[in-house]
């Protein structure tokens, strides 16, 4: 994953309204109790290949024999449970700001422009916090529920800023073209 898909999962995860299980006996409950299976065997197994592990590791794991599994298995146990938790909050929370009140970013990254035939302006780093409207928070969302690339995610940042804050909108820079080249950091709130 890139820095902006992450950057959306922390944000989609910081939209629930309660916390998430602790520990992995609750995360590994909650995991099985969301796979579509006719026992609890064909779920753990379910469950085991997505976590890449053994389907009675996963059983440990549910009656908390094993409290502590390894650290790629306990990160994809942790990503699993946050993508599956609460989705009608976050669903909501994200219809919210793609419809009314957009998502505000805050980053660092080097942006580049090309403005009217033959001129261009080298890239350079800013830092910047702005809210992008909602069309954006909205494109940026179906992009990343679409599979988009971290490209494709970067295009429709720098475009959103484009408007937001390089061409003020549209009062100024006519025909500005922003290219989101490298990204230190992202944080985006709803």
């Not at 529920?145 to 408007?163: K, M, N, S, Y």
Request: net charge positive.
């Amino acid at each position: 994953m890139g820095t902006i898909a992450d950057s959306l999962d922390a944000a989609f995860a910081g939209a629930v309204s309660k916390p998430m299980p602790k520990s992995v006996g609750a995360r590994v409950r909650f995991l099985l109790s969301k796979e579509k299976a006719d026992s609890k065997t064909e779920a753990a197994r379910k469950l085991a290949e997505k976590l890449d592990c053994h389907p009675r590791t996963v059983e440990r794991y549910r009656d908390d024999k094993i409290k502590n599994p390894n650290p790629e298995i306990a990160d994809r146990i942790e990503k699993l449970t946050r993508q599956l938790w609460q989705p009608k909050v976050r669903a909501d929370r994200a219809k919210k700001a793609a419809t009314t009140g957009g998502i505000r970013l805050s980053l660092r990254g080097r942006f580049g422009f090309t403005a009217a035939p033959g001129t261009t302006n080298e890239s350079r780093q800013r830092r910047i916090t702005k809210t992008l409207p909602a069309e954006y928070a909205a494109a940026l969302f179906d992009a990343r529920q679409a599979g988009a690339d971290e490209d494709d995610l970067a295009q429709i940042v720098a475009d959103g800023l484009a408007e937001v804050y390089f061409t003020d909108g549209g009062t100024r820079a006519a025909g500005l073209s922003v290219t989101l080249d490298d990204l230190d950091y992202l944080t985006i709130r709803y």
